[in-house]
C-alpha cells in the first residue's frame, strides 16, 4: 500500500511540476516574445532547455522545501498529507492558468503543504515559513521592482546619445541573453521544489532517511517535467506579462530579465530560499515601467495580480485540506 502510495505521490509530483512548466513559462519569456526579440517556439524550445540545466545546479531550494516546511508523519498518514498538497498546489496552478493570472506556483505549492499539514495536525515549521517564505515573498517583489528600475535608469543614461534604431536591435539580441539567465534561474528555483516535494514523499514511506542526499533520479525526472511543461507554452499568461502591465521595448525587456534573474539566483544559491519567480519577474516589469512615467504600467491589471499573489497560499492550503479530509476517509 505504501509503496503504491509513494509512487502516485511521485506522479502527482511530476504533473505538479508539469503544470508549473506551463503556468510558468511566460517568466522567462514573455518580455522577448512582446518585444520581438524572439519567435514564441524558439523562446519555448530555450526556456525548456535552461530549464533542464538549472534544476542540475543546487538542491538549496530543495532542501527547504522537503525539510524546512512541515514535518509529516511517516507511513500512508505522512503520504496522504503530501499527496493531498500537491493536488491543492495543481488546482490553484489551473485556476489561475484559466484566468491568465501569474499566480505563484511556489507559494502554491507551500500553501498546499501548510494546509495540508494542518488538517491532518501535523507539525508545520512556522519559523521556516516565515524565515524561508513569508520574508522573501515580500522582499523579491520590491528588490525586483528597484533592481530593475536602477538597471533601466542606468541603460537610459549609458545609452541617452546613441541612435535609437541600433540600441533596439542591440537590446534584442542581449534578450536572448537575459531570457536564458531568467530560465535558468527558474529551473533552479522551480524544478527543485518539486525535488524537495518527491524527497519529502520517499522519506515519509521510508525509502530514504531524511539525511540523505537528493537521488539522481528524482532531479533528472524534476527537470524533465518542468521543461516538458515549459515547451508547452503558457500562452494564456503570456499576453499578461508581455503586453497588459506594460507595453515592452527591448531595453526594457532586457532589465526586468536581469534584475529578476539575479533576485533568483541570490535567493536559492546565497539563502535556500523558494522565492516566485512571477512574483519577481512581474515586479521587475513593473519598475521598468515606472521609470517611464508612472501611467505607463496599468496599474488596474497589476492590482489583479497581486490580489492573486495574496489569495495564493491561503486558497491553496484550503483546496489541500478539502482535498486531505476527503483522501483521509477514502485511504486511511
Sequence with gaps: MELALVIGVVVIALAFDYTNGFHDAANAIAT?????????????????????????????????????????????????????????????????????????????LIGGLVGAALASASVVHWNGV???????????????????????????WIFRNAQPGKTTRGFRYAQTVSAAAMALG??????????????LALTVGGFVAPTDEIPQWVILASAGAISLGTYAGGWRIMRTLGRRIIALVPPQGFAAESAAAT???????????????THTITSAIMGV??????????????????????????AAALVAALVYFGIHLIVE
Excluded: C
Aim: charged fraction near 10%; glycine fraction near 10%; aromatic fraction near 8%.
Design 263 to 277: 533576485v533568483l539566483y541570490v535567493a536559492a544559491i546565497g539563502f535556500g530560499a523558494p522565492i516566485s519567480t
Design 130 to 156: 516565515l524565515d524561508k517564505v513569508v520574508i522573501p515573498m515580500v522582499l523579491s517583489p520590491l528588490i525586483g521592482f528597484t533592481l530593475a528600475a536602477a538597471i533601466m535608469i542606468a541603460i537610459y
Design 186 to 199: 527558474h529551473g533552479l528555483q522551480d524544478a527543485q521544489k518539486t525535488m524537495g516535494v518527491i524527497f
Design 289 to 314: 515601467g515606472a521609470t517611464k512615467r508612472l501611467s505607463a504600467v496599468r496599474w488596474g491589471v497589476a492590482g489583479n495580480i497581486v490580489t492573486a499573489w495574496i489569495l495564493t497560499i491561503p
Design 32 to 108: 522577448s516574445v512582446s518585444t520581438r526579440a524572439l519567435t514564441p517556439r524558439a523562446a519555448l524550445f530555450m526556456a525548456a532547455a535552461m530549464n533542464f540545466i538549472g534544476a542540475h545546479l543546487g538542491t538549496q531550494v530543495a532542501q527547504t522545501v522537503g525539510k524546512g516546511i512541515i514535518e509529516a508523519p511517516d507511513g500512508t498518514h505522512g503520504l496522504v498529507v503530501v499527496g493531498s498538497a500537491l493536488i491543492g498546489a495543481i488546482a490553484w496552478n489551473l485556476i489561475t492558468w484559466y484566468f491568465g493570472l501569474p499566480s505563484s506556483s511556489s507559494h502554491a
